[in-house]
Structures are given as structure tokens and as C-alpha cells.
């Protein structure tokens, strides 16, 4: 088992810039997060995903950035333009449904916007 | 306001000696709490977390209702712990949502 699959793993990208993060999650998860980790923070949630649906964004910034799960499996992450202040490391997370259940991280996409 | 607060950027002990990563939360009511952890070059992970009342990797961690903490404890420190370590809430009408601190360093030399 992959555990969860993030790509690219580093990106660099000039500002005003679009960029798009992948995540693949363990087999069987129905629920998919995303996270940004600011340097020297600890990660928040952008969004959370129950099967396809988006069920908290609450934090996601929707006038720059979407995410897509289309089909309940692999979701997508999209910044578009990027800003300076976007730099971070992206983490998609997944977990089975239900509120006890354990989070399982991927490596992370770190992003720099020159 | 900060909801989950981890007062030490980094802390360094020397290898055998005791180690308490401290972790405060503002929540009133009947949160979880979880230590994760992440090593160099590894991906973030889960240690432990309250409910269990178990030890992992020699760790334990209490929650004190009454000064809203949960701090991380080992009796002896060893290398090997060395990495990041992350102090996370979930409130009961979160759903699966987790609040992250910021994180503490620990350094253990030799």
C-alpha cells in the first residue's frame, strides 16, 4: 500500500501563475482533505470531502483557489493566479468516513511562488 | 484566537533525559486530542491520541480538563524522536475536522 499519493512534489511558479495539485487516496476512503502548512505553522484545513461532495470549504479562499473530486476517488487542488503569500506545503489527507476515524497524510506538495 | 497552542518552537534534551512537548487548547467543551508526528523526510502521522490512554514509542500524553492541556511526555529521550510534533484538536461538532498548533521542534543529542 502507496498510502496517499500527492504529485507534483515540488513546484515553482511565477506569480499570477496557475497550478494545480493531484492527490490519489488510500484505497477505500471515502473522506479526502486538503491542508496548507504555512512555514513554521501547522497545517489548516482548506477543504473536506465526504465521497465527491465538498462538505466544509469554509477555509478555502474561493476567489483564487477550487478543488474537484469528480468521481469520489483522486481530487484535484487549483490555484489560479497564484500569489507570493501562496507559498506553502500542500497535504492532501484521507480517512473512512465517520468522526473517530484516523487522518493519513500524504507527502506534501511544497510550493514557491517567485 | 489561537484555538491549539504549543508554546516552544524547538526544545533540545540530550539523549536519557526527560522531554515534555507541551500542548494547550481554549475549548470549552469535550474535545479530542491527538499528537502527530513527523520525522525527517517522512510524511506526518498520527502517535497518539487521548481516548486511547496508550503509551507509543515510550510517549504518553494526559488530558487535563482543568488546565485545558495535553501535553507529550517521555522519560528518556532517545535520537530517534527527533522531529516536528503537532498537537491537534477535534471539537465534537467538527465532524473529522482537526485544529493543528504550530508545531514544536524536538532535538535530542547525543
Known amino acids: 500500500e502507496a498510502g496517499v499519493v500527492q504529485s507534483p512534489r515540488y513546484k515553482i511558479i511565477e506569480k499570477k501563475q496557475p497550478v494545480a495539485f493531484w492527490c490519489n487516496p488510500i484505497s477505500g476512503h471515502n473522506t479526502l482533505y486538503w491542508y496548507r502548512q504555512n512555514l513554521g505553522q501547522g497545517p489548516e484545513l482548506l477543504i473536506r470531502?465526504?465521497?465527491?461532495?465538498?462538505?466544509?470549504d469554509s477555509q478555502l479562499p474561493k476567489d483564487r483557489f477550487s478543488a474537484e473530486r469528480l468521481k469520489g476517488v483522486d481530487s484535484t487542488l487549483k490555484i489560479q493566479p497564484a500569489e507570493l503569500g501562496d507559498s506553502a506545503v500542500y497535504l492532501c489527507a484521507s480517512s473512512f468516513s465517520g468522526r473517530g476515524e484516523t487522518q493519513y497524510f500524504g507527502p506534501g506538495t511544497r510550493l514557491l511562488v517567485l | 484566537a489561537q484555538r491549539v497552542t504549543q508554546p516552544e518552537k524547538l526544545l533540545s534534551v540530550f539523549k536519557g533525559a526527560p522531554v515534555e512537548l507541551k500542548c494547550n487548547y481554549s475549548?470549552?467543551?469535550?474535545?479530542?486530542l491527538f499528537w502527530y508526528v513527523q520525522y525527517s523526510r517522512q510524511r506526518l502521522q498520527l502517535l497518539l491520541r487521548h481516548i486511547s490512554r496508550e503509551s507509543i514509542k515510550g510517549f504518553t500524553a494526559d488530558l487535563n480538563k482543568g488546565e485545558t492541556s495535553f501535553h507529550l511526555k517521555k522519560p528518556f529521550a532517545q535520537e530517534e524522536d527527533s522531529a516536528m510534533y503537532y498537537c491537534a484538536e477535534r471539537r465534537e461538532n467538527a465532524g473529522n475536522m482537526l485544529t493543528f498548533g504550530g508545531g514544536t521542534r524536538l532535538m535530542v543529542k547525543p
Open positions: 470531502y465526504e465521497n465527491e461532495e465538498a462538505v466544509d
Open positions: 475549548y470549552s467543551g469535550s474535545p479530542e
